[in-house]
Nanobody, 124 residues
Framework: QVQLVESGGGLVEVGDSLRLSCAAS????????MGWFRQAPGKEREFVATIGRSAAATFYADSVKGRSTITRDDAKRTVYLRMSSLKPEDTAVYFC?????????????????WGQGIQVTVSS
């Protein structure tokens, strides 16, 4: 079992930056690739970014590419998602998730463990 807890969300303004954190407990963190997903009201959950076990492999959704960075700190058992130039369409509940896939994954069904989610609201 892996328990995941997100933090760092809240209300920000258009153009702001923020950093989401996801702290893991339970099984060995380094044995999991991690991902971030988001779900806006009335929409399906969508992939945002993923990072492999080695942190060398990262992949981003087109909607956030170029203004987002996913990183991990295995010593702190934490994965981060830094987003800049925030837009109203970034408003969503953000979830982190863990998968045994080595390189990470874009599909939600590849992830076995999920956090409870955290709200990010971008105000215009």
């Amino acid at each position: 079992q892996v328990q995941l807890v997100e933090s760092g969300g809240g209300l920000v303004e258009v153009g702001d930056s923020l950093r989401l954190s996801c702290a893991a407990s339970g099984r060995t963190f380094s044995g999991y690739a991690m991902g971030w997903f988001r779900q806006a009201p009335g929409k399906e959950r969508e992939f945002v970014a993923t990072i492999g076990r080695s942190a060398a492999a990262t992949f981003y959704a087109d909607s956030v590419k170029g203004r987002s960075t996913i990183t991990r700190d295995d010593a702190k058992r934490t994965v981060y998602l830094r987003m800049s130039s925030l837009k109203p369409e970034d408003t969503a509940v953000y979830f982190c998730a863990a998968t045994t896939s080595v390189l990470g994954a874009q599909r939600a069904e590849r992830y076995a463990y999920w956090g409870q989610g955290i709200q990010v609201t971008v105000s215009s």
